[in-house]
């Protein structure tokens, strides 16, 4: 998402005032911007003289990748802006509508938190401190919100939740520090608070400093108007009842770019001052102008509850309660209560609302004149209202309450923040002196086509008097009667949706009871009354390493940015300034075209026909580009050049004859520019034939019997013949568990999707490539493939990726491919991004699996044996998915010894796209299934998970399952560090005390362990090259086969070379990587790219070294610069290649021998979380991770641990059964971890006094090893669970849970009445979504 800040005058009192607003690029309609002064990042400052905010990002190493990083600052830059002095608080609200996929979040906070105040109110718990208050409801230690809810906090906890220590080392800012003489990286980079000067901050123009005038503009589809008066725009609606009206876009914007929705003539009605203002009817309510937008709205709202008493605001604070989690401050700066109303939603947040509080919504015409509709009777079905085409909704009245009256909203959403509703509700009930019930209106969103009233609930309500079971019977009634629904209801969860709103209805009655009368229900069921609070964000980062002196020493700042120095991104200005180009900043190139994609709208059928003459007679189309125009293509040839992949060369790439998966390429439109390509793609009709059964699932596919024709086993002890004797024998294990673990997919997410561009050459059939690409050689090697021209002519250049993670290792390549067909034809340059939803759609994921594993172990919990059949799913064609199965069955045994096993692995064909890479490469879905049975056996033996993990850690010397002698491992220090260090005991007792106390919220804790093992697992993978080029002025050029893609491998490949040359950073520089400099390179993966590159790097430039030494001992001694000047004059060169292969790397999957890792990294993670048991909500209190990483070249964890979060939390991919379409496409479908859903506190240790001696500088890779740790958060839900079944009489033994811990299986796992009850309750129809 790219970000700008629109400055526009506001006249509140006739006076203008300048507001500056971020808002979403993507959304703003040029000519909405008339009269508004838009500023980008670029005008902010520049890598010369960054402005505050970039500075700040760039130096707390919040940009990696760099493509969220324009969003992230004009965020920050709008707070500062318009606040002078942000609190903590602020900041973190800035950022609630942005997303970043590397950084784990915690550097951007850091670099942001400069900017706030530290609190002078006095509060210990300061609000910029880490206090869990929001501005509004104070302190979080126990203080009452204003709402009236109360939130727990314990004054004993160390107030910004500090689990490493006692919190004695609370810095004055709120940060925690770790006080072990080690070095605490928030000390360095934190030591001063940043106050911007204003006065340097670009001024509003001076023209602008007017009101904006009516106006329209016409263009050649239609026309934009743009009244600034309510009696302009009826007459416009009168002459054009079908002309769209306009305000914020943020929900026309989604239907035109997501539905193709078009609308020819818009109404732009933002600029009209009486449709934005509000009046205040004594006694009564407040009118208000329905253009508002939601974040005046918020003001006013505030504004009213300050100004009048309590009882009268019951309604606004509902309103207000329901805007905190509506959107991000970006779309509320824009959107408007008009909007949300007249879009009709059923998942609208404001109308359950205004449903519930009766409120009166007035509409006028020219013709039909002015009307009052009731709010409840506006809406008539899915997104049908009774507003006439002709009519413009004006104003709102919002009334006030009475004394007696009660109003309540509630949303539950899959994530907290920035997110659509899954169910929302208000309800409001009024009570005479006897507490009896006089009216009830109980309003529910997302349980309907439509917002409505369950009117047989809310009827039986009344005349009740209100106790704990006033609500008996009434959600039965709701769910029964008011709102039926089957399984195949449209957004699914349906369960879970009936739950939600029992759960509702449950709060609902207590809150009510409380304020009714304090004493009225038990102190253990308060929890119910307020939602999961969190601190700030914050956490330390503790590492040892000294920075190590470099072996060259001519220069006095040779220090500078040294192997072991945490140096900021070498990038990192260039992304916080948007000087980065990404492969879409490159500028157009002479002829360029675009194309746009057709893709299958079904899966497993036949393509009958494909039309398009309507396409071709578009103004600007080329040409329609399929497998017929690949040169050479003989469709009779199996092995043709439209085939491709990987490994084993089994997927077409355009399809010719079937389709196999919703989303495949089929062809490609190719168009003068972006816009007609799309459209004109658009228009290419497609028909389908011999339509076959869909496999989706990996159950679907075990039941029908597809798999690729990719098996391994892997033998071990007692299941080995050969090997039987050395191995504890298997009647050791007196019990068995057996069972099955399910895992879902991930999508990548990064934040760039895949892009390339095509450039044919006039000369020699030569290509130029470039491409997001984790792979240039694949990419090079294929189009040389497709094409049928010589490697040696395809040059293919990365500068950088937005974001990679195994998405864009082997998937990058058929775009690429498909691309060059089209421009080698047309022989002119082709470029194509895909869209978000293509992306996901077309390039696969992390791979689904399940493990059905039966587990031998003896009466302490000793593991002795382990039989388990992996099964991933593949999709359509294989690509990279015997590789992945390899790891995956290579890390089922996580960190324990297992004398005994036999691991079998299979591959699903199912028809979706094509899983693939993503970090962890089934490295964490194997140890994801290792933990699911460690649970069973724990659980099995009704002892602690943690006490049967520890017994069977790893000691040096054991042996794998896949028969690797294990040196050096430092697992079992890693463990008792952490153990100690997070005080497990004490949290353990604090945990079960406090799940005694409280009813409707447990607390869970987690400590678990990973192993992750590094190299490729293809042996010839294991290799790299790299060219360093010293000139005659001493500045040094390097080039080596990664990408960079964020993870600051180029960054450290300078460091490398500094340490090595013994120059500064400064010194060298890096432009891209390109196949014709550095060739047949391995893709960048598989987290040694560092070690392999860095090797390469290394060997360059130590042979360079060896011929430098004769001028090293030259007295008196040379500078850097003499000594390169001297060894130019004397013919020495100065320039050459280094090339690594890792040794001793072999395995042989026949006989389960030979060294399948170079080695491994070990960690530990514990953490603390805290569920609602009433909603599935859940937040991460705190998180600690020890790993040992070696002597680390530039550590950086956090993003992969959020990432492994997210997998088994949030991340959840569903299609369609019947159609094979991916349901979770986009960011509105689709959840990774936003800002908000971090652990509260992340601390993050590296083992000391550790060496790796098979990697360069002894470091170890930190790349993939710590996403599998973010797992711990899974785990510590799952314990919560366990003491809420053990609540509620479930049986307390092993219980299946599945990951990922949506609030949905959250809430079904917790059981209880009302999970029954929602469950009991006949679904008809097939489920709605799936997880493939
Ligand atoms: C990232 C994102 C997050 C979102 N999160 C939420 C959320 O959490 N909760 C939620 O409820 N919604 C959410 N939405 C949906 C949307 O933002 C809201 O519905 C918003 O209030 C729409 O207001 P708008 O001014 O942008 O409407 P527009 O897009 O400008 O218009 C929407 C519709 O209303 C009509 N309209 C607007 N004003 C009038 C008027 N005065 N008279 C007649 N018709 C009118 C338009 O013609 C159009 O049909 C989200 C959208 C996005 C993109
Ligand atoms: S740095 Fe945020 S997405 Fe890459």
Known sequence: MILIAFSSLYFPKGEYEVQHRSVNACLALACSIEGKHVITIEGIGSSANPHPTQEAIAYSHGSQCGFCTPGIVMSLYTLTRN????????????????????????????GAQEFAVPDVNGCANGKSNGCGGHEANGCANGHTHANGHNHSGSDSECPVGCSTVECTAKKANGTCSVQNGSVDIEDLQK????????????????????????????????????????????????????????????????????????????????????????????????????????????????????????????NFQALLDNLKYFAGPQIRNVASIGGNIVTASAISDLNPVFVAIDAQLRVSSLKGGERTIAMKDFFIGYRRTLLQPAEIAESIFLPFTKKGEYTLAFKQSKRKHDDIAIVNACFRIMVDSQNVVTHATLAFGGLSPFTRIAQDASAAVVGRKWGPDVLDGVGEKVITKDFVMGSA????????????????????????????????????????????????????????????????????????GAVGSSIPHLAALKQVTGEAAYLDDIPRLANECYAGLVLSTEA???IESVDTTEALAMDGVLGYITATDIPGYDPADPHNRNIVGPILHDEELYATKRVHFHGQMIGLVVATSELVARKAAAKVKVTYTDRQPLVITIEDAIEKGTFFDISREIRTGHFDARRREAEVPLDEAVHHVEGVARMSAQEHFYLETHASLVNPKKEDNEIEIFASTQNPTET???????????????????????????????????????????????????????????????????????????VGFTAEGKLVSLEVMITSNGGFSADLSSSVLERAMTHVDNCYRIPNAIIRGRIAKTNIASNTAFRGFGGPQGMMLCEQFMCHVAEYLGKPVEEIRQINLYKTGEITPFRQPLTDVYIERVWDELHQSAQFEKRRREVDEFNKLHTHRKRGLALMPTKFGLAFTARFLNQAGALVHIYTDGSVLITHGGTEMGQGLHTKMVQIAAHALGVPVSKIHLSETQTSTVPNTSATAASVSSDLNGMAVLNACNTILARLAPYQSHTPPLTWEQMINKAYFDRVSLSATGFYATPDLSYDWATNEGRMYNYFTYGAACAEVEVDTLTGEWGCRWADVCMDIGKSLNPAIEGAFIQGLGWCTLEEPLLNPNTGMLLTRGPGAYKIPSFRDIPVSLNVRFLSNVSNSRAVHSSKAVGEPPLFLGSVVFFAIRDAIKAKRREVGEDDGWFRMDSPATGERILAACGGTDAVLAKDVREEGRAWGVAA
């Not at 009564?284 to 309590?310: C, N």
């Not at 937005?802 to 290792?809: A, L, P, Q, S, V």
């Open 83 to 110: 606040n002078a002095k942000p609190t903590g608080h602020d900041v973190e609200e800035a950022f609630d509508g942005n997303l970043c996929r590397c950084t784990g979040y915690r550097p951007i906070l850091e």
């Open 191 to 314: 030591a001063k608070h940043r106050v911007i000067d204003q006065t340097k901050d670009l001024p509003f123009p001076e023209p602008l400093k007017q009101q904006t005038d009516s106006f329209m503009f016409a263009h050649e589809d239609g026309a934009w108007y743009h009244p600034t008066t309510l009696a302009e725009l009826r007459q416009i609606k009168h002459t054009y009842p079908n002309a769209k009206i306009v305000t914020g876009n943020t929900e026309i914007g989604i239907e035109v770019r997501m539905k193709g929705f078009d609308f020819p003539v818009m109404v732009h009605v933002s600029d009209i001052a009486e449709m934005a203002g509000y009046e205040e009817v004594k006694g009564e309510g407040v009118w208000m102008g329905v253009g508002t937008s939601l974040t005046t709205f918020q003001d006013r709202l505030k504004h009213f509850i300050a100004t009048y008493e309590p009882h009268q605001t019951e």
């Open 489 to 560: 209801t449209p957004g699914g969860m349906v369960a879970y949706r009936r739950q939600l709103a029992l759960s509702f209805l449950k709060k609902f009655t207590l809150y009510i009871s409380h304020k009714l009368d304090t004493n009225s229900i038990q102190s253990t069921e308060l929890s119910a009354l307020s939602e999961i609070e969190r601190g700030l964000a914050h956490g330390s980062q503790t590492y040892d390493r000294e920075p190590e002196k470099p072996t060259t020493g001519t220069s006095p700042t040779a220090l500078e």
């Open 604 to 606: 497993n059928a036949a």
């Open 780 to 854: 090079q090697v294929y189009v040389s493939k497709v094409l049928g021209i010589p490697a040696n002519r395809i040059n293919c250049r990365v500068k950088r990726l937005g974001g990679g993670f195994g998405g864009k290792e082997t998937r990058s390549v058929n775009l690429t491919c498909a691309l060059a067909v089209a421009a080698h034809k047309l022989k002119v340059p082709v470029r194509c991004m895909y869209t978000r939803e293509e992306d996901m759609a077309i390039s696969g994921q992390r791979h689904p699996f399940r493990g059905d594993y039966k």
